[in-house]
């Protein structure tokens, strides 16, 4: 695998239930890059990337560079508010946690003394950025990103994908990205994946978001325009 | 004093803690409701043991990891609500033990008598208890961790099914020694009440682990006590401490 490499994936298929949900997959991300996995819903987004995680069987390659550390933020924890857990509580069940959390809930946008704060007192906006946090500690090179709650702003001027490409920047993340939502994609991907059980595009998304590639990956539902800025 | 009073609060105190702990893990996913059909299905192993003369809690054993089984199954293979489980699983429990168990026992049995514990038995539950506090105290992290998200736990590199073996086979011992406690029926109540109350009175995860356990503590201990008084049976006295101990931590959580 050549230095600069992060992932590889090679002919990936992934059937769960009798059901093929990922057929014929390859792609590869390099360090520093912003993949986003785009398509509709049910199309194998959030598969994909528990596959990548190692959460699920599959068929096919999967390469991580060597000694690569992963942090994944998942989509929504309903069950958290079941018991009183302080973000530091919540922080400390990573294995990898020690010094360094006061630094990720800076980076995260928040004073430092909000360890102490519990996770069931804190705004939808506020739980989305300690979900990216979670993700954070232990500082993993890549960061693994299922699809937020989409329009939330997460401060009152920032939307979830600005405050990504700020963090990208300043912990030099590489980014894996699962969404729905077109109109992110050309916000902060370098590359982007269409997929709807086959992959249907793959490259910069000014290549590749083409009409016909997108009336594919939508089968007709959704129109599209590209913004030219 | 007695020693048959000190050998009861010494056990109580052991399990009721105990109880408390795990319990704390098992109010997320309502996970707590588990130890009532649980509790239910032990009767008929605690009316055998009542009628040849054995430990409880040994005659509980076998009906309890009978009922994990069952969850497990269920869990694993039918897509059934919990619900049905729990109606099937308490009606036999309860249908089997009435069948042979005489009705002079009965009382031991569905509310449970800590009075009559023997030392060797007292010693045995004493050395069961501290085993099972400090596997739960290795795993509680960790099954935390799994109660928010399986996903999350496994993307940390758990390995789930270990941990959900680990928990459950805690769950079927605390269930097998409360039922010497507080019987068949009030089991989900030694596990469920005691945490609640931690839950309103803590602001984090340590106060609200060990506040369960201190809060279990406390309820067996009245509990006893109050039995020594007034006669009344141990299990339901314990069980209504630790309401009482529910209610004020209502009260105390609506005033912050």
Known sequence: MKSELILRVRDLHVTLDRQSIIEKLSFEVKKGDVLTILGPNGAGKSVLLK?????LPYRGEIEWAKGIKIGYVPQRLPFIK?????????FELKESAGRGMEDILSSVGFRKDFLQKKIGDLSSGQFQRILIAWGLVGNPQVLLFDEPTTGVDITAEETIYKFLAKLKEE???????????????YKISTDVICLNRQPICYGPPQDVLTPESLRKLYAGEVKYYQHKH | ??????????????????????????LSRRMALVAGPLGHLTLPGIALALMYGFDVSLGAFPFVILGIILIWLFEMRTKLPMEALTAVVFASGVAITFLFLPIEQAEAALVGDISRVRFAEATLSVLVAIL???????????IVLMNISEELAQSQGLNIK????????????IVALGVKMVGGLLTAAL?????????????????????AMVIGIISSFLGIFFFKLTGFPPGPLIILASTLIFLISLILRKQR
């Open chain 2, 191 to 211: 596990v469920a009440i005691p945490a609640s109350a931690a839950r309103n009175l803590s602001r984090n995860l340590t106060q609200y682990a060990f506040g």
């Open chain 2, 162 to 173: 270990k941990y959900n073996f680990i928990y459950l086979g805690s769950i079927a011992i």
């Open chain 1, 82 to 90: 079941d018991i009183p857990l302080t973000i530091q509580d919540f």
């Open chain 1, 171 to 185: 912990r030099e993340l590489t980014i894996l990205l699962v969404t729905h939502d077109l109109s992110v994609v």
């Open chain 2, 1 to 26: 004093m007695d020693s048959p009073f000190l050998l009861s609060l010494v056990v109580g105190i052991f399990i009721g803690g105990v109880a408390g702990y795990l319990g704390s893990l098992m």
């Open chain 1, 51 to 55: 596959t990548l995680l190692g959460l």
């Open chain 2, 132 to 142: 099972l506090f400090l596997v739960v105290k290795k795993i509680y992290s960790k």
